[in-house]
């Protein structure tokens, strides 16, 4: 995600040495229209979950290199301003980013022509025609794929919180049902209004009545793996990034919406418990299925995202590959800084790593393999966890709870410098590429 920057202007100083004449008054038209193609840009980068800043500075930089330098550019979570001082008198556009968030194809695909309107100047008209296809694409996949995606979603997350064995078929019944919620609530409007607190409720209620009688195992250890998609841990680490990175209005207004989110979710499982009548805490020690267990839940959590946020063909091999470093960096992060901590090596491994293995013509954009790798490394099941448990009166919920803060902070750090190792790594690669190239030709003359 925040790598992304730095190879969009790596393509701006490409275009600089092969850039073309133009016709003056198709030159007059592409400048007139720049603004606009900036913000539908912004709007779908944000969409796609990019933070702020790095938004900002991919505008800023694309802005340049369509000879727009003036133009002023502001980036808010929801909106993108763009203020032309070349217009009298002078005008600020605002473009909305409101539209639900891209699915992994639509990110890879919006992220290729950012990198080919770099490359080759595409058409401002030509460059908003094509975002208002990728935005409309539908999934290729169908409600039927995209419902067993979410189904294997569920499975795989709750294989990484390691339950016991009578939990797996609990976790395929309720990724079924939170699925065909999440679909047809998608198409509802009035029910898209209070979906995460309806699922978390309705989640609750059916675990607490039916399920739990059989399955002695901790109720929201059974709940927080089917929410996946409505928990704001991506929203929440952005937020703690774009607050690390001195973006104080976007950071804060993104972290009161995860916030707020999180707090939904913990109401309607805390509904759900009141009108069931249950604890959410277990009288029974669960017997763990053991250290296996989170490796294939990797596995099933990449072909469930695959299949369920419909990523690009091909990469399914490649989003197993950013599942597994995330999650063996959190490993070793746990042993050598603790828990705690451990996001903060996750986030740090990863982006290097996912950014040099991106440089492969085989792989998908970075940010489909980063988005896919941030889902492990978000604490978004933890603050449900630790909302839920304060609201019921659970002892401890605030531990949990300071926990996950602390854990975000951490994360974000880790981002925001494996985005700065990765491009160092780029620098000096392609200091390292100029230096030889001299050497290559001098060879070939000889």
Same mark, same amino acid.
């Given at each position: ?18 850039? !073309? ?40 930089? #694309? ?29 600020? +556009? %605002? ?11 639509? +990110? ?7 990198? !080919? ?17 990728i935005s409309a694409e539908p999934s290729r996949f169908g409600p039927v794929l995209t419902v #067993?995606?979410?189904?294997? #979603? ?22 079924? *049902? ?20 309806? !699922?978390?409720?309705?989640? !609750? ?28 841990? %991506?929203t929440l680490t952005v937020a703690a990034v774009e607050l690390t990175s001195g973006q104080v ?14 707090? *939904? *979710? ?25 250290a296996w267990a989170p490796w294939v839940g990797i596995l099933l959590v990449s072909i469930g ?12 091999? =490649? ?16 042993? =050598? ?9 996750? +986030? ?26 941030? =889902? ?59 230096? +030889? ?10």
């Amino acid at each position: 995600m925040a790598d992304l920057t730095g190879r969009l202007r790596g393509a701006v100083g490409a275009l600089r040495k092969s850039s !073309t004449p133009v016709p003056a008054a198709e030159a007059g038209d592409t400048v007139a229209r720049v603004p606009d193609m900036i913000g539908e840009i912004g709007a779908a980068l944000l969409v796609s979950e990019q933070a702020t800043s790095d938004v900002e500075s991919t505008l800023i930089d #694309l802005a340049n290199a369509y000879g727009r330098p003036e133009l002023r550019i502001f980036v808010l979570p929801t909106v993108v301003l763009i203020e032309d001082p070349g217009t009298t008198p002078l005008q600020t +556009a %605002m473009l909305p980013a409101t539209k639900d968030d891209l699915r992994l194809d639509q +990110a890879g695909a919006v992220e290729q022509l950012v990198r !080919t309107a770099f490359q080759e100047r595409t058409p401002p008209d030509e460059v908003v025609a094509q975002i208002a296809k990728i935005s409309a694409e539908p999934s290729r996949f169908g409600p039927v794929l995209t419902v #067993l995606g979410y189904t294997l #979603l569920t499975i795989g997350f709750g294989l990484v919180l390691n339950p016991t064995a009578t939990a797996l078929p609990v976790y395929v019944a309720l990724g079924l *049902l939170v699925g065909i919620i999440v679909q047809v609530g998608s198409h509802v409007k009035t029910l898209s209004l209070i979906l995460p607190v309806f !699922t978390a409720f309705a989640v !609750t209620i059916v675990i607490a009545l039916v399920v739990k009688p059989i399955v002695h195992d901790d109720v929201l250890r059974l709940v927080a793996p089917s929410l996946v998609s409505f928990l704001p841990g %991506m929203t929440l680490t952005v937020a703690a990034v774009e607050l690390t990175s001195g973006q104080v209005m976007a950071g804060a207004s993104r972290m009161v919406f995860g916030i707020a989110r999180l707090g *939904l *979710l913990a109401f309607g499982v805390y509904a759900g418990l009141q009108v069931a009548g249950e604890s959410a805490a277990t009288t029974h020690t669960p017997v763990q299925l053991g250290a296996w267990a989170p490796w294939v839940g990797i596995l099933l959590v990449s072909i469930g995202y695959f299949l369920f946020s419909a990523a690009p063909k091909r990469s399914l091999p =490649w989003l197993l590959f950013a599942l597994v470093v995330a999650y063996s960096a959190q490993l070793l992060g746990n042993l =050598w800084v603790g828990a705690e901590l451990s996001g903060l090596i996750g +986030a740090l491994v990863v982006i290097p790593v996912v950014t040099l293995a991106g440089r492969l013509r085989s792989a998908p954009s970075l940010a489909v393999m980063l988005t896919c790798a941030y =889902w492990l490394l978000v604490p978004g099941a933890m603050g449900f966890m630790g909302l839920s448990e304060a609201a019921s009166g659970k002892a401890g919920a605030t531990g949990t709870i300071l926990q996950t803060f602390g854990s975000l902070i951490a994360i974000s750090i880790g981002m925001v410098l494996g985005a700065g190792l990765s491009r160092d790594i780029s620098s000096l690669a392609h200091g390292w590429q100029a230096g +030889a190239e001299p050497d290559r030709k001098k060879s070939h003359d000889r």
